[in-house]
T-cell receptor, first 112, second 116 residues
Framework: DQQVKQNSPSLSVQEGRISILNCDYT??????FLWYKKYPAEGPTFLIS?????DKNEDGRFTVFLNKSAKHLSLHIVPSQPGDSAVYFC???????????FGTGTRLTIIP | EAQVTQNPRYLITVTGKKLTVTCSQN?????MSWYRQDPGLGLRQIYY???????DKGDVPEGYKVSRKEKRNFPLILESPSPNQTSLYFC???????????????FGDGTRLSIL
C-alpha cells in the first residue's frame, strides 16, 4: 500500500515558466517532508525540505508548500531551467527516525 | 570529496549465484541504508544500520542480507538471487541525527542488477 503518491508520472514545462510538482500522503504522523532530485545514472540528491510546523519554505528558485489538513506537499520551481529536467521524488520522515518513505516520482522535462 | 561509493555499478548474473554489492562512505556517518527503485514504486528501504553491528529490516528485506562490521562499509548480500530482485539499488548514509542536523541522507550513484 503506497503511503506516498505522486500522481503525475511526468510533466513538461516551458523554460521560464513555473513547474509545480505534487505529492500526497496518507499518514499524518510524518514530521519532515523532503524533495530529492535525480538525474539519470546518478543517485538522488537533496533539494529542499520543510518541517510539519511550517507551511512554506523557500530556497532560491525552489519553494515547498505543505498543506497538513489535505496531506499534500508541493514543489514550485520558478523560473524553470533546462537543468531542472530530472526525476523528482518527495520523501517523508518521522521525528527521530532516519528512514525516508519515498513517493513514486515525477519526471520533469523543461522545454527550451 | 564527501561521497557514497557503490560497486559494481552494473551487474548481470544468473539465478542462485550469490552476489555482494559494496557500499562505502567517507563522511563518518552513523546511519546507512539500502533502497531499491522500481518503476511506479519509488524507492523502498531494504535494510538499514544505525551504527556498527546494529542492523534492522526495512520495508522489503526478503532475500537480502547486510552487515556492518565497520562504520564506513555496509555491503548488501543476495545469497540466492532471483529475477524479482532485478532492480536499481541505492546505498545512502547520514549522520543519524535526523533533520535537526540539517544533513539529510546522501545517496550513491546506484547499482543496476539484472538477474536472469
Amino acid at each position: 500500500d503506497q503511503q506516498v503518491k505522486q500522481n503525475s508520472p511526468s510533466l513538461s514545462v516551458q523554460e521560464g515558466r513555473i513547474s509545480i510538482l505534487n505529492c500526497d500522503y496518507t499518514n499524518s504522523m510524518f514530521d519532515y517532508f523532503l524533495w530529492y532530485k535525480k538525474y539519470p545514472a546518478e543517485g538522488p540528491t537533496f533539494l529542499i525540505s520543510i518541517s510539519s510546523i511550517k507551511d512554506k519554505n523557500e530556497d532560491g528558485r525552489f519553494t515547498v508548500f505543505l498543506n497538513k489538513s489535505a496531506k499534500h506537499l508541493s514543489l514550485h520551481i520558478v523560473p524553470s531551467q533546462p537543468g531542472d529536467s530530472a526525476v523528482y521524488f518527495c520523501a517523508l520522515m518521522l521525528e527521530g527516525n532516519e528512514k525516508l518513505t519515498f513517493g513514486t516520482g515525477t519526471r520533469l522535462t523543461i522545454i527550451p | 570529496e564527501a561521497q557514497v561509493t557503490q560497486n559494481p555499478r552494473y551487474l548481470i548474473t544468473v539465478t542462485g549465484k550469490k552476489l555482494t554489492v559494496t557500499c562505502s562512505q567517507n563522511m563518518n556517518h552513523e546511519y546507512m541504508s539500502w533502497y531499491r527503485q522500481d518503476p511506479g514504486l519509488g524507492l523502498r528501504q531494504i535494510y538499514y544500520s544505525m551504527n556498527v553491528e546494529v542492523t534492522d529490516k526495512g520495508d522489503v528485506p526478503e532475500g537480502y542480507k547486510v552487515s556492518r562490521k565497520e562504520k564506513r562499509n555496509f555491503p548488501l548480500i543476495l545469497e540466492s538471487p532471483s529475477p524479482n530482485q532485478t532492480s536499481l539499488y541505492f546505498c545512502a548514509s547520514s549522520l543519524g541525527a535526523g533533520l535537526i542536523s540539517n544533513q539529510p541522507q546522501h545517496f550513491g550513484d546506484g547499482t543496476r542488477l539484472s538477474i536472469l
